[in-house]
């Protein structure tokens, strides 16, 4: 699978989607790798627990909302916007998965300092898996995992379909669309790991937050969050447009 994901498979950008030379054997323009090698943001200014951005003299937005501390640390190479918004846009919705080897070096190096024995995927619901073909929590979190040497499974799995998260405008409907959405698959042992939960995105924080309670019940020690990307200013009060993804998903 490796060999496939980090070779292109056509002609085009897989983060603009435009027909384009491809820059140095990678399945990118020049001007989206130019920008992907300065993407990695500085998180000398966010918060050191979740990355969101800091408040002076008050808990972050995200943190407020995890007073148990559910999950305890985050990690994450980059911002959402740009050209890493257009590689995990065409991962999720155009099965650009090449897009995916891209990301998880980053990863990789973004989670060196996370204490973890497991890293565990976000799960999609059935019909999105079915429609996509792949879960892309899924492979990013085999990616990084091989680079980290680390063992990927996918222990949790959702319990019944859900609205979209990005159809949800506000953090108390993403928050109330996955009440007890996820659980531990059955006949998985996570007592007493340490778990790097692995998605693509991080926004209000809604879905890491019910995972790695679902994580925690089964009895893991401790629940750490890798994503891709965090959406800047998702922590406190967000109005995403109503087009975004539109003109990534598959054409049926």
């Not at 792949?134 to 040497?149: D, H, P, S, V």
Request: a positive charge; glycine letters at 8%; hydrophobic letters at 45%.
């Amino acid at each position: 699978m490796l060999p496939h994901l980090l070779s292109p498979v056509s002609a085009h950008c897989v983060a603009c989607g435009q027909v384009a030379d491809i820059a140095d054997g990678l399945p990118l323009c020049p001007d989206c790798l130019r920008r992907l090698l300065k993407a990695r943001h500085s998180v000398d200014a966010l918060c050191p627990r979740c990355l969101s951005v800091l408040s002076i003299g008050h808990p972050c937005a995200v943190c407020r909302r995890d007073p148990d501390r559910l999950v305890s640390r985050a990690f994450a190479p980059y911002r959402y916007r740009g050209t890493v918004r257009g590689l995990i846009l065409r991962l999720k919705f155009s099965g650009d998965t090449p897009a995916a080897a891209l990301l998880a070096p980053a990863m990789a190096e973004a989670a060196r300092a996370a204490q973890a024995d497991l890293l565990v995927p976000v799960p999609l619901g059935r019909r999105r898996q079915r429609e996509r073909g792949y879960n892309q929590a899924a492979l990013l979190a085999m990616l990084t995992g091989k680079l980290r040497g680390l063992p990927m499974e996918e222990a949790l799995i959702r319990t019944r379909e859900t609205k979209r998260q990005s159809g949800l405008h506000t953090i108390l409907a993403r928050r109330q669309n996955l009440i007890g959405a996820f659980a531990v698959r059955p006949g998985t042992d996570i007592s007493g790991k340490r778990i790097l939960l692995v998605d693509d995105v991080r926004t209000s924080g809604a879905t890491a937050l019910a995972c790695a309670r679902a994580l925690r019940e089964a009895g893991a020690a401790d629940v750490q969050l890798l994503c891709a990307a965090i959406a800047p200013g998702a922590g406190r009060y967000f109005r995403p447009s109503a087009a975004a993804g539109r003109r990534y998903r598959r054409k049926e």
